[in-house]
């Protein structure tokens, strides 16, 4: 595999094709807001990371939530957990796009290397974000304190999001050490995104099982 031309083409239509996707998911959810408002921000981003099969997916589970629609019955568990791990994936996501620019701006290296750092900014990032993402639906829904709120999210997002970066991260050294390993992508460049963008999406299939045993254990809510 080589960072040449065709993997730029590439780059460009997939981010292009996400991009899309993310803004033809809020333009519908401005006139059809979801019932949750947080999903309001999940499924553009979800959009992100899953062009076109984001809108298919929004269409047929996120549409029929909007405020107006019909109160559905209760729906089958994998579709329960399949919008619990778009949650997690949509804080996860956040966090990593603002943590990259910061790390590669500071030009931090952990053992020589700047893929380690980025690791470390970018879990962090993340980790803060989905926790905010688990803790206003709780207190949206729930008469707990802030103290229980954070602690209730903390126990909820923690293993999931955990999972969503273990999957993107294993892409991720893929790329850096395998796949690319002359030419590594640097965060200003289009290929860098479309495998983080690629991560991302492995990063979804890595944290719907964690979501699937949390929800199964009743630590988390389904959604």
Request: hydrophobic share 55%; charged share 10%.
């Amino acid at each position: 595999m080589a960072n040449d031309a065709w993997l730029v083409v590439l780059g460009w239509a997939m981010l292009a094709a996400g991009g899309a996707t993310a803004l033809a998911i809020a333009g519908d959810l401005y006139t059809h807001p979801q019932r949750m408002s947080i999903m309001n921000i999940v499924w553009p981003v979800t959009g992100l990371y899953l062009p076109i099969a984001g809108w298919w997916l929004y269409r047929g589970i996120g549409r029929p939530m909007s405020v107006g629609e019909p109160t559905p019955v209760r729906r089958p568990y994998w579709i329960r957990v399949f919008v619990s791990a778009t949650h997690c994936g949509a804080g996860c996501t956040i966090g990593d796009i603002i943590g990259i620019p910061i790390a590669a701006g500071f030009g931090w290296t952990l053992f020589g290397h700047r893929l380690f750092t980025d690791y470390i900014v970018e879990f962090g990032f993340a980790y803060v974000i989905g926790i905010a993402f688990q803790y206003l639906p709780i207190r949206t829904a729930r008469q707990v304190s802030s103290r229980e709120a954070i602690v209730d999210a903390v126990r909820a997002d923690t293993l999931s999001l955990s999972a969503f970066e273990v999957g993107m991260f294993a892409w991720m050294a893929l790329v850096f050490y395998v796949l690319l390993p002359a030419h590594p992508p640097e965060p200003s460049s289009v290929v860098f995104w479309l495998m983080m963008q690629v991560g991302m999406a492995l990063g979804f299939l890595t944290t719907y099982p964690a979501n699937w045993l949390l929800i199964r254990a009743g630590i988390k809510a389904g959604m």
